[in-house]
């Protein structure tokens, strides 16, 4: 069991927009830590996907987007593409493991 | 740029120690944590614990008492020891640089491009 909670899957159509939540507690969000969401599509390693709760790295499209607000995180991904298809994973800083933690991850289905 | 690559046996016996090997290049192994990331097949990301210069060490409590992580800056590796294994440490194990050289608001990048350990006998 994760200690940050995100749902199994999402789905949506192609040109939509989807979110994804990411569910932590007064020991990482809500302790003001940093969010940070990663894609892994089949069979390769995680990208850095936001950094620093809503900044996107260098090749990233503006299409994604996150937010953050208390103990709550939330990626956002518009105008869904095929190639959007992929596990999604949030990550953060744990007071109590004084480590890091990742969410359950997300398969997104682009229907 | 730093790339990092792991390295070690694709398979352990029930019991045995899992050693593997993540091998920086292009930049500095002295500013920053090296942590070791696994996924079973199917699975979440679980972070194992991250090695600082030589001195640091903090591990996840899930495997605090049978995981060792080592760093040798003169060959720029990081090394990740894991006793005892059971089919449920099967995993791709991936070696990841803190972006930041800190703790608390970092993320992970690069990446290595994993590798797949398989116990069974």
């Known amino acids: 069991q994760s200690v940050l909670t995100q749902p199994p899957s999402v789905s949506g159509a192609p040109g939509q927009r989807v979110t994804i939540s990411c569910t932590g507690s007064?020991?990482?969000?809500?302790?003001?830590?940093?969010v940070h969401w990663y894609q892994q599509l089949p069979g390769t390693a995680p990208k850095l996907l936001i950094f620093?709760?809503?900044n996107r790295p260098s090749g990233v499209p503006d299409r994604f987007s996150g937010s953050k607000s208390g103990t709550s995180a939330s990626l956002a991904i518009t105008g869904l593409q095929a190639d959007d298809e992929a596990d999604y994973y949030c990550?953060?800083?744990?007071?109590?493991?004084?480590?890091?933690?990742f969410g359950g991850g997300t398969k997104l289905t682009v229907l | 740029q730093v790339q990092l690559q792991e390295s070690g046996p694709g398979l352990v016996e029930p019991s045995e120690t899992l050693s593997l090997t993540c091998t920086v290049s292009?930049?500095?192994?002295?500013?920053?944590?090296w942590s070791w990331i696994r996924q079973p097949p199917g699975k979440g990301l679980e972070w194992i614990g991250y090695?600082?210069?030589?001195?640091?060490?903090k591990y996840n409590p899930s495997f605090e008492s049978r995981v060792t992580i080592s760093i040798d800056t003169s060959k720029s590796q990081v090394s990740l020891r894991l006793s005892s294994v059971t089919a449920a440490d099967t995993a791709v194990y991936y070696c990841?640089?803190?972006?930041?050289?800190?703790?608390?608001?970092?993320?992970?990048?690069?990446w290595g491009p994993g590798t797949l350990v398989t116990v069974s006998s």
């Open positions: 007064s020991s990482n969000i809500g302790a003001n830590y940093d």
């Open positions: 990550q953060s800083y744990d007071n109590n493991l004084s480590g890091w933690v």
């Open positions: 292009g930049g500095s192994i002295s500013r920053h944590h």
């Open positions: 090695v600082y210069r030589s001195e640091y060490t």
């Open positions: 620093g709760n809503n």
């Open positions: 990841a640089r803190d972006a930041l050289g800190q703790l608390a608001h970092t993320w992970f990048d690069p």
